[in-house]
């Protein structure tokens, strides 16, 4: 359960790599508050720990130092199936390259994280027709991801994230792979999410960008990150 | 993950590279079918040989001989050799009409005869050929050896007919210039050497004790020239085995057993008694006799039974012990040869899924950042591994069998060219096709752990960058 109406908190989060002899700071003492319902923007150049940070927040990643907590329960007290738990049931991810599998039809793909929750069969279905639904793609069910465009595999992998009915939605970048209009649709489409028009609960959303004019439009927190730490931070 | 969800998933991971998963099947089928093709032949072969033996009626008889106390050199090396076990320390019995009655009361037991073999002299006309003769027992006419005979098998229990061997055939009807068919429905007669109890008081004392020569007296019954016509109404072809087990001889003549009872022939056991001077004067004692038991497994306690009653047994269980060790030995070196290719495949196994690993990194990234535990991509790996091994399997037992199949039809017709009558060599009983399926099974779990494990150890963030 959130504690304090907050959906994610870090306190001092570190990670650190070695390539080699040098030491990567590739996160270095970020402490953060996201409220529950947030759509909260991680901006920052190449290189400045927004996609490290967001793994961490995933629980794909374990930190070198410090502590993340989501939805008031430590990651670091997880083990590693209570993590992939956390992974299926509680956090949605979507990836820059979507990450679709080619092989699976969009139905089959959607449906992947209720075969991981063990789902019972007969639920499916629904499930995966509500979400894909949401995302505007009902027609698509039997196409291959090959046979999509861009814009609808993103919308895709949404659904994907969706499925499961995730109180956190995660995005590495969503749009990087998109024209602009296309990219703004998705941003669009996530918003819907993080605020539904039917008045159903918020999703909090975290999203990697670095396309600052949309994160501005959408989101309702920015937190910009340089050399692992948070430079700055704007509510909007 | 449920396992009717980790096999959907492994078949369509598998369907995605077609031909690498169906050359690696390909292997594993290759050595199951070799596996199941060796031991095929080895539990055929086994099988023929027990059939042989069982159709002999052999198998479910027990060969029952007074004991003695002659001393016979290396009969321990030979019991140890044959797999028998010692008999216990009982009191010699009797083997006489009382202690017959008494075996065909134990439990299981169909029939209870003694064997007569003897030397006989078979006339036709005024010349004869000499040959050993044996009696049968009625049950002898479901015996293989009169599968295809010339002629017919006893009419009944009494008649006084003889079924001739082959070559004893030839040899007496060369007398008249005859072929060997032409013999049955002829008459012929039987001489032999006949027992003649003597009367009681001509063995001394009596009144009439000077009748019996000095020697006939030490004997207790005299030796008299006998003969019976008999009526040949078969002949068998060559290399028959009768007998009762421990026995196993070759005879030239064959008469129904309450015949053979009848004509009261010396025995060699008669011989025994009268240098063993011991229980002469209580009576006739059978050479041996042979139980007819309902089926092989009553054979060791119809055994034990009548060595407590202090008898001398012997039942092809006894050697075939030995003989089945020989094949499991056999069965054991031919499933190793098979399983060596089988070996050989499993490592294609292991390659095909290591590579699925590079292939699919990205993939395993996913699904780990979807929720797959390390279990469930370890088992995701396991399970295509399992259907590889069991589609292999599959396809192998059915390989293996064709390959058994080609070898039966090519061992036939090789047999049938020599004039050889054709044996079934080949045999796929339903354990060897679980038995192979479940090796299979189990040799591709052993193969998929190296790499079931690799990928469940892959670190999703780095297999998520993966190009």
Known sequence: MQSNGLAIRTDQLVRHYKMGEALIRAVDGVSLEIGAGEFVALLGSSGSGKSTLLNLLAGLDHPSAGTVEVLGKSLG????????????????????????????????????????AETPRSERPPRVQEAIERVGLAARLKHRPGELSGGEQQRVAIARALVNRPRVLLA??????????????????????????????????????????LAEQFANRIITLADGRVAHEERL | MKLSDLNELAWQNLREAFLRNSLTTLGIAVGVASLVAMLSLGIGLQDMINRRLE??????????????????????????????????????????????????????????YPEFRFTGDARLGQEGRLTDVASLPVSASSNDAFEGMLGRFFSSPEAREIILQMEMAESLAEIQGLQAANLIGKRIVLRYAGREQLPAESLGGGP?????????????????????????????????????????????AFVPLAVAESLRVVQGNDMREV?????????????????????????????????????????????????????AILDLLLGIFGSLALAVASLGI??????????????????????????????????????????GGATGVLMGWGIGRIIQFVTAAYLQRQGIPAENIWMVPWWLVAGAMAFSLAVSLVAGMYPASRAARLDPVEALRYQ
């Open chain 1, 172 to 213: 590495d970048e969503p749009t990087g792979n998109l024209d602009s209009h296309t990219g703004e649709e998705i941003l669009r489409l996530i918003a819907g999410i993080n605020r539904p028009a039917d008045g159903t609960a918020p999703t909090t959303v975290v999203m990697v960008t670095h396309e600052r004019p």
């Open chain 2, 350 to 391: 292991v390659n095909t899924l290591v590579m699925a690993i590079l292939e699919r990194r990205r993939e395993i990234g996913v699904l780990k950042a979807l929720g797959a535990s390390d279990r469930d991509v370890r088992q995701l790996f396991f399970a295509e591994a399992s259907v590889m091994g069991l589609a």
């Open chain 2, 208 to 252: 009439g004790g000077e009748n019996a020569s000095p020697d006939e007296a030490a004997l207790g019954f005299s030796i008299v020239s006998s003969e019976i016509p008999l009526q040949v109404v078969g002949i068998i072809s060559a290399e028959v085995v009768f007998s009762t087990p421990g026995t196993i001889g070759r005879s030239g």
């Open chain 2, 275 to 327: 240098v063993g001077n011991s229980i002469m004067s209580a009576g006739q004692q059978y050479a041996n006799l042979t139980v007819r038991v309902e089926r092989a497994s009553a054979v060791p306690a119809v055994q034990e039974a009548a060595q407590q009653m202090g008898f001398s047994t012997f039942s092809l269980l006894d050697f075939t012990r030995s003989m089945r060790r020989v094949f």
């Open chain 1, 77 to 116: 007290a997880m083990n590693p199936l209570e993590l992939s738990r956390h992974r299926n049931q509680t956090i949605g991810m979507v990836f820059q390259s979507f990450n679709l599998l080619p092989r699976m039809t969009v139905f089959e793909n959607v449906e992947l994280p209720l075969r991981l």
């Open chain 2, 55 to 112: 159709r002999g009626g052999l198998f479910d008889s027990v060969l029952i001989r007074p004991r003695t106390n002659m001393v016979r050199p290396g009969r321990e090396a030979r019991d140890r050799l044959m797999g028998r076990e010692s008999e216990p320390v009982v009191a010699p019995s009797r083997l006489d009409d009382q202690a017959r009655r008494k075996l065909a009361q134990l439990p299981n037991v169909i029939e209870v």
